[in-house]
């Protein structure tokens, strides 16, 4: 069983920053798929950026260039910074992770992120 906690959500203006964490228990192995969803009221969870095993990182076309997706399986975390945020990034931001070993899928319980002037 994987537990996922995130960290780091808040209110910014926009064109302003936030980092986003997620600590992965009891840990992160290298064939695990990592990743953060967003949804907002009314819509479907959509995939913001994400990390197959050891590809190189997927994004969304929204936020390519603006969003940073990384992770430590050192420290068994996966960070999502975001930059040049606009208001149409504001939604409940969910760590996700694929177990590269058993094919579950397990979710974070989900961080506000408020981007309005």
């Known amino acids: 069983q994987v537990q996922l906690e995130e960290s780091g959500g808040g209110f910014v203006q926009p064109g302003g920053s936030l980092n986003l964490s997620c600590a992965a228990s009891?840990?992160?192995?290298?064939?695990?798929?990592v990743g953060w969803y967003r949804q907002t009221s009314g819509k479907e969870r959509e995939m913001v950026a994400q990390?197959?095993?050891?590809?190189?990182?997927e994004y969304i076309e929204s936020v390519k260039g603006r969003f940073t997706v990384s992770r430590d399986n050192a420290k068994n975390t996966v960070n999502l910074q975001m930059n040049n945020l606009q208001p149409t990034d504001t939604a409940v931001y969910y760590c996700?992770?694929?177990?590269?070993?058993?094919?579950?899928?397990?979710w974070g319980q989900g961080t506000q992120v408020t981007v309005s002037s």
């Open positions: 996700h992770l694929i177990s590269g070993l058993s094919e579950k899928n397990y």
């Open positions: 009891p840990g992160l192995l290298n064939g695990d798929t």
């Open positions: 990390i197959v095993g050891k590809r190189p990182p």
